[in-house]
């Protein structure tokens, strides 16, 4: 039976993903920074192929033991989805370039591209060292096509990026790495 780790899953586009991977019979484990939301996605799921595992992506130093974590539920994990994503308030209400601050651009990178980064890392030193085949799939959005001028779209640009560069580097690992972008979603 294969096994996907999905990050920022206890809503959105990644509970959606935990749904349609248990319908296809995986074992499904959703990542999240909040142990009680993770619990309740779990429990609305109702499968006993659903577990989850504490990890906030923006802190990097979390990724390694937090894979680890995940092989150690179900065994190895041959799918990831690097989901995990924010959306500032200065992006979401559209602060002119001219007013945006170090604070949300810092906060948007570490989770969006940073995050992102160090979880693939953690992800594919762990699946090159334990022999797994398998996928990585990045959520790069819509908006990595978009011009870039704030932290979210430029994020995003740098998530398509990675996706790209690393699906050659990680080919000869026989990990197949893609990215999806989504539009906005409710």
């Known amino acids: 039976m294969k096994t996907v780790c999905i990050t ?3 809503k959105g586009i990644g509970f959606a993903c935990a ?13 999240g920074r909040n142990a009680e939301r993770l619990q309740a996605a779990v ?10 595992v504490v990890w906030d992506v923006s802190d990097i130093h979390q990724a390694s033991s937090a894979i680890a974590a995940a092989h150690e539920l179900f065994g190895d994990v041959d799918t990831f989805i690097n989901n995990a994503g924010i959306v500032t308030e200065e992006d ?28 693939m890392q953690a992800q594919a030193k762990y699946m090159i060292g334990h022999g797994i085949e398998g ?4 959520v790069c959005s819509e908006m990595s096509f978009r011009p870039a001028y704030n932290a979210y779209t430029t994020s995003k640009w740098g998530a398509r990026g990675l996706t790209m560069g690393l699906a050659k580097r990680l080919a000869k690992d026989a990990i197949i790495v893609n990215g999806i972008a989504p539009g906005e979603t409710a």
């Open 8 to 10: 920022g899953a206890n």
């Open 19 to 31: 749904k349609q991977f248990l319908e296809m019979g995986y074992r499904v484990i959703l990542a």
């Open 43 to 52: 429990a609305r799921l109702g499968s006993d192929r659903a577990a989850y």
């Open 92 to 119: 979401i209400t559209g602060k002119d370039f001219l007013e945006k601050t170090e604070e949300a651009w810092d906060a948007t990178m570490n989770t969006n591209l940073k995050g992102l980064f160090f979880a």
């Open 135 to 138: 996928h990585i799939v990045n």
